[in-house]
């Protein structure tokens, strides 16, 4: 059905609610592919600029680096925020089973990169303010949206704003969401993820170097200069253990993770720790409200998928909105084309992690051994290594 909505006046066609690495790219592919005005507003203030790494990495695809590359925020990045990574060794601590792949496989000249989030993030809201079609608001605090077939009203401290459309890019606990009653499935996994940088003894040859323990699955993700990001995903019931322990034995209970590989360690950064759960939201849509990124799926960050996904969401939504009149990017005809598109395609993933993980939980002995040898038969075919790293790649 369409609306109506010529009567209405409008202060922008479309709001976006966060500026994180999704919803800053989002007001940038916008700018540069449709007519449409755009305000991006933000609750926090502007990211600092921080020529100095942290510990908040991101494992970027091929799609996603071709985007950011299109927006002109890759090549500013350096080796320093952004580590061309070649090959990925996986392996089992329950089972001799281990798998490896490389970029050679797919006669790509990487796998992908490892990305700075936060610098990332930070370029892109330079970005967007350099922008002349983006109206950027930070330190804006909203306090009610009213959401109906004729306008969607925001209210904040400064006074309100009417948009034809207004995007939730605010993350995966989306206040945006809320407003809009729109409802999420939510799966705990019981589990943090404890996320670091170090420094190794050994070199890490440019590798993506992941373990199958009891607990789940630890990271350890190449960086410049032999660091690794590393995300350790453990039981909520060992968490606080670890967390207390001191950077040093921390640092040797990690080494001793991944039976010494990367030789000693030694951390970088302090300790933080994140609750793993993975979110689906049921609909992307509710009359003029709509979702991207974590608002509308967060997922186990063992893929490295989230910001992936997120930007393959964003690629989907601005086609989807370039393709029609300003006067109808709202439609539910509109917003169903975005969420047919995207919303099968990111539960697809979410289902793959959730297997993944369950494969990798402890089981009978005769179970490991079978997963095991699906892994070493999987590694030693060419031709399924070659589907394994198109299918995680999107090349
Ligand atoms: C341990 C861990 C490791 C991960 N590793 C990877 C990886 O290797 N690869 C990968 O692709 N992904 C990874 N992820 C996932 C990734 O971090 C997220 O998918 C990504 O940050 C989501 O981006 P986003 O822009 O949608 O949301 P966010 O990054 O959460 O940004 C949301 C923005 O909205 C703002 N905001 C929130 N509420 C409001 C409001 N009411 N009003 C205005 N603004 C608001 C916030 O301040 C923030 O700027 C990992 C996640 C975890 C927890």
Sequence with gaps: MRRRDRSQSFDYDVVIVGAGMVGAALALQLSAQTSLTICLLERASMLPDSAAPNQRVVALGQQ?????????????????????????????????????????????????????????????????????????RFDTRLNAIENTAQVARLDMDQGHMRARLVVAADGANSWVRRQARIFTNQLDYQQSGIVT?????????????????????????????????????????????????????????????????LGALQLLDPRQAFKLRSQRADRYFEQRVVLIGDAAHSIHPLAGQGVNLGLHDVVCLSRVLSSVAKEDIATAATLERYQHRRKPANEQVDRAMSMLRTAYQPGPAIWHTLRGTGMNLISRSPLMRRLLVRQALGV
Excluded at 84 to 93: G, L, N, R, T
Excluded at 214 to 236: K, R, Y
Aim: aromatic fraction near 10%; include cysteine.
């Design 64 to 136: 996603a680096h071709k985007v950011l590359s299109e927006l002109e925020v890759f090549q500013l990045l350096g080796e320093s925020h952004a580590f061309p990574y070649q090959s990925m060794y996986v392996w089992d601590a329950a089972s001799h089973g281990e798998l490896q792949f490389a970029a050679d496989d797919v006669n790509e000249p990487q796998l992908g990169f490892m990305v700075d989030a936060l610098r990332c993030n930070y370029l892109l809201q330079q970005q967007c303010i350099a922008d002349p079609n983006i109206e950027c």
């Design 197 to 261: 940088r170090i420094v190794s003894e050994k070199p890490h040859q440019a590798c993506a170097w992941q373990r199958f323990l009891e607990t789940g699955p630890v990271a350890f993700l190449p960086l410049a200069e032999n660091q690794c990001s590393i995300v350790w995903s453990v039981d909520s019931s060992e968490l606080t253990s670890l967390m207390q322990l001191s950077d040093e034995a921390f640092a040797d209970r990690l080494a001793s993770s991944i039976e010494y590989r």
